[in-house]
């Protein structure tokens, strides 16, 4: 057992070494002649969710076998698998309907493309690390995308496979030093070869020319006579290589893809932020109102002398000023994960908000495959000294005696449900064959991470959280708990808690469309600025928000702020899973798995959406409770 456990410990930090390896963005110049590498990756479909590996399906495979790229842990999660091609590509030099393989279609092979034609799979290729956009023919009607091309096409009775791809190359010259490839196309045909003077090939030495392709010519959609249907037989694969000057620079090749050839205005992204900045200065004025009229007034009241006469007014006012014995009275509810969930929150806020300004500033490149889901983990992982810090000096503020559970469980329980779906749907991804699994080592790797790293930090910083003093409220809390009178139906804590996501999710829902298709439907995110701004404006709104109904919870004298502080704003997250109800509609499939898969990580998200607005909430409204407290004379 010892032996098998240093096994997994050696082989962790091995993959935790390569894992975390970023492939390099320096621009490589090619001469005239050399061989360009075309890297086939993984086979994807919005519709199922579920990715497979290229050669899954019955492509030509490379005469030398093919081999695997190492890849990071975030590609691993993203579901890449990375491989080299047949395709046999040299600078400058174009080809005209080169037969790369002959392949004998079974009826499987064939109903295995029939399979992922229904289903929508495209394939995805990298060349010189740009990923492969496609131009496709609608009824003559040219289209342009940049998550692939389609493994084929239907009609209402047939299905019909790409079995030819004009590869399209855009380059610029640099001076005296070769050329630069800044764009790649990939146009797909579906053509039925046929040999010249009927003659047949055994796929041995150079082919016989074909009747099908006009030599010197590339194909084009309109030369298609027959198509090439999925079924089963000899099937011949081709391909064109074009070669087109560009002008656009090699540090702007990623623009267009970024972009999605300006698919999506920036205006619909100012006119979220001019909503969410509406939003906010509605609730602002709210505040406002609170804080320097009515709070103001009443604060200057209570402090001056008053009379006899005013003290025995005061005596039967009701209010907030009331409850300065019992405000601060730790919950009484499940103060320990109250104090897990604020430190798990707050390491989940920090950690998305510098996540957001190292993509902005530009630091995380989409070039760099993966980054994204790297930095994720690590800088989630490095924040676990804040987790334990938080939640520690706040269970000492509650004056709990279980350190070492509450401890133990800030590093465990929120990242265990979290592993424990993952793991759910790892293990289903892994029963349908898909590449969206993640391989043993790389699991090791995050427990690793988790168990290695994080759990410790979180240690450490319970360790000085524990060491400082409980927090200094500005008033005392009295021995006996303050009898709550009955509050009216529109302070129930349950309404109150439905309503306060609402304004916080509507600053950020046109930006959630994005992300989500982003996730979902395989498309670039590249507004970080805009991500920026909707991000901070979500803070606000949480802070506000609650604290206009921490208030009014206040002057009913109900004391109970701490928990419904971190459920009102915390709501958010339902609606980000109503949301995602609708959503899923737009994924069209019917599939039970895509079903799970789709519901059991929107679950994670939510969650996490919970914790982070949770606790902005939670220190929104302790930090407007210290100030007006401590602003009152109290003997």
């Known amino acids: 057992m010892m032996k098998f456990a240093t096994l997994c410990v050696s082989a962790s930090l091995a993959t935790v070494t390569n ?38 399906l019955k492509y030509c495979k490379p005469a030398e076998g093919v081999q695997e790229y190492s890849e990071n842990l975030g590609e691993f999660l993203r579901g890449d698998r990375i491989e080299n091609s047949p395709y046999q590509i040299k600078m400058m030099e174009e ?41 496709l023919d609608s009824d003559h009607f040219i289209t342009t995308q940049y998550v692939g091309f389609p493994v084929g096409y239907k009609d209402t009775t047939s299905y019909y496979l ?43 030495g150079a082919p016989p020319p074909l009747a099908s392709c006009t030599a010197g010519e590339h194909a084009e959609f309109d030369s298609t006579a027959e198509p090439q249907k999925a079924e089963s037989g000899t099937i011949l694969f081709t391909y064109d290589v074009e070669w087109k000057e560009s002008e656009v620079q090699w540090a702007s090749r990623w623009d267009v893809y970024l972009t999605m050839n300006n698919a999506v205005s920036d205006n619909v992204h100012w006119f979220s932020i001019v909503n969410s900045v509406l939003i906010v200065l509605f609730l602002a004025f709210m505040v406002a109102m609170i804080l320097v009229r009515t ?110 559970r509450c401890t133990l469980l800030t590093g465990t329980l929120v990242p265990g449900i979290v592993f424990a779906i993952f793991f759910f749907l790892d293990v289903l991804v892994w029963s349908y064959g898909s590449t969206g699994a993640i391989p043993f080592l790389s699991m090791v790797a995050i427990l690793a991470l988790w168990f290695g790293i994080s759990l410790p930090l979180v ?17 005392v809390t009295s021995n006996i708990p303050r009898q709550i009178p009955p509050q009216p139906w529109y302070m129930e804590s349950m309404l109150t808690c439905l309503l306060g996501g609402i304004l916080p999710f509507g600053a950020c829902f046109v930006e959630m469309f994005f992300i989500m298709s982003s996730v979902w439907m395989d498309q670039y995110y590249y507004v970080f600025g805009f991500l920026f701004l ?24 109900d004391y109970r702020w701490w928990w419904r502080s971190m459920v009102t704003s915390g709501s958010t997250a339902l609606y980000v899973f109503i949301y995602s109800c609708f959503y899923f509609s737009r994924l069209e499939s019917n599939m039970g798995v895509t079903y799970v898969l789709y519901f059991g990580y929107m679950s994670i998200i939510s969650l996490g959406v919970f914790l982070l607005t949770g606790a902005v909430g939670f220190f929104g409204c302790l930090a407007f409770t210290s100030v007006i407290y401590g602003s009152i004379k109290v003997d």
């Open 19 to 56: 894992a975390f390896y970023l492939p390099g963005v320096a621009p490589h110049n090619f001469e005239a002649g050399e061989q360009v590498d075309l890297k086939v990756n993984k086979l994807s479909s919005i519709n199922t969710q579920l990715p497979y590996d290229y050669y899954s």
């Open 295 to 404: 709070l103001n007034k009443e604060i200057n009241k209570y402090n001056r002398v008053m009379t006899d006469e005013e003290k025995a007014e005061a005596a039967e006012e009701s209010g907030w000023k009331l409850v300065h014995a019992d405000v601060f009275r730790p919950p009484s509810s499940f103060p320990m994960v109250f104090a897990i969930f604020a430190g798990n929150g707050l390491q989940l806020f920090f950690c998305v908000l510098f996540l957001i300004l190292f993509s902005a500033i530009g630091f995380l490149s989409p070039a760099n495959r993966g980054s994204l889901m790297i930095a994720l983990l690590l800088i989630f992982v490095l924040l676990g000294t804040l987790a334990g810090f938080t939640s520690a000096r706040l269970y000492k503020t509650f004056k709990g005696k279980q350190w070492q």
């Open 95 to 135: 080809t005209y309907c080169h037969v790369m393989c002959q392949m004998k279609i079974s009826t499987k092979d064939a109903n295995d493309f029939k399979k992922a034609i229904k289903n929508n799979y495209h394939n995805n290729w990298i060349m010189d690390n740009l990923p492969a956009a496609s131009i």
């Open 534 to 557: 909707s991000f901070i404006v979500l803070t606000i709104t949480c802070f506000e928000i609650t604290i206009v109904f921490c208030y009014f919870q206040l002057c009913g004298e």
């Open 459 to 475: 240690f450490i910083g319970a360790y000085f959280g524990y060491k400082l003093d409980a927090l200094n409220f500005p008033v």
């Open 162 to 204: 790409y079995n030819h791809v004009n590869i399209i190359i855009d380059y610029s010259v640099v001076e005296d030093d070769g050329y630069r490839i800044v764009g790649f196309y990939v146009e797909p045909l579906s053509i039925k070869h046929k040999f010249s003077g009927g003659r047949s090939w055994d796929g041995k």
